[in-house]
């Protein structure tokens, strides 16, 4: 089992950045291939970025590929989100998930509550 809380959302502006961070509890946090997704209003929940265990490899939406970077802190047992340049349609709640290196949520076992970002134009 594995417990997720993510934290640092907020409202900034646009052109501005922020981290969000998701901290987990539990000793198998390596174990875990770790993503962000994120839910606007009325729309799906869709991925944002993902890293494997051993944080070498990445992959992000073409949305958010040159603006945002993942990682993770084994020993702090903590995912990172780096968001820059942040746009109005980045707007959402933001979850943090465990599981399987991957772009779908089937492939994700665990997720924290949600943090939310609002980007103001």
């Known amino acids: 089992q594995v417990q997720l809380v993510e934290s640092g959302g907020g409202l900034v502006q646009a052109g501005e950045s922020l981290r969000l961070s998701c901290a987990a509890s539990g000793r198998t946090f390596s174990s875990y291939s770790m993503a962000w997704f994120r839910q606007a209003p009325g729309k799906e929940r869709e991925f944002v970025a993902t890293?494997?265990?051993?944080?070498?490899?990445?992959d992000y939406a073409a949305s958010v590929k040159g603006r945002f970077t993942i990682s993770r802190d084994n020993a702090k047992n903590t995912v990172y989100l780096q968001m820059n340049s942040l746009k109005s349609e980045d707007t959402a709640v933001y979850y943090c998930a465990a599981g399987t290196y991957g772009t779908t949520r089937p492939l994700y076992d665990y997720w924290g509550q949600g943090t939310q970002v609002t980007v103001s134009s």
């Open positions: 890293i494997t265990r051993s944080g070498l490899n990445t």
